[in-house]
């Protein structure tokens, strides 16, 4: 049997790669450590995600295509080219805006 080299025996080039190698896995570990890190204390508490209200009620046959949130009111944008304003305490409409068809582009 033969016995694996001494790291004295390796020659000087290749002892310069392999602590180069050594040092790009610390960095590394290091690296995926610190985003680690960052994503958990960083990444938002999901309770605190802003809530729609429990009573939106949609208009009969409104079907919503985007929703907006602002400081007290909740917009509502629909396939029928409206937008609904909700009051954000208590779902009811508060205002509703129609949008006039755009000319299609050229």
Do not use: N, Y
Not at 10 to 19: D, G, I
Not at 46 to 69: F, K, W
């Amino acid at each position: 049997m033969t016995e694996t080299p001494e790291t004295a025996d390796l020659p000087p080039s290749l002892r310069f790669l392999k602590m180069l190698v050594i040092v790009l896995m610390i960095t590394m570990i290091g690296g995926v450590i610190a985003v680690v890190t960052l994503l958990v204390t960083r990444l938002p508490d999901p309770s605190a995600a802003p809530r729609l209200p429990e009573g939106l009620a949609m208009p009969e046959g409104a079907v919503a295509q985007a929703v907006t949130l602002g400081k007290g009111w909740v917009g509502v944008v629909t396939e029928d080219s409206r937008i609904l304003f909700f009051d954000a305490l208590s779902g009811r409409l508060a205002a509703e805006v129609a949008v006039p068809a755009l000319p299609a582009g050229d």
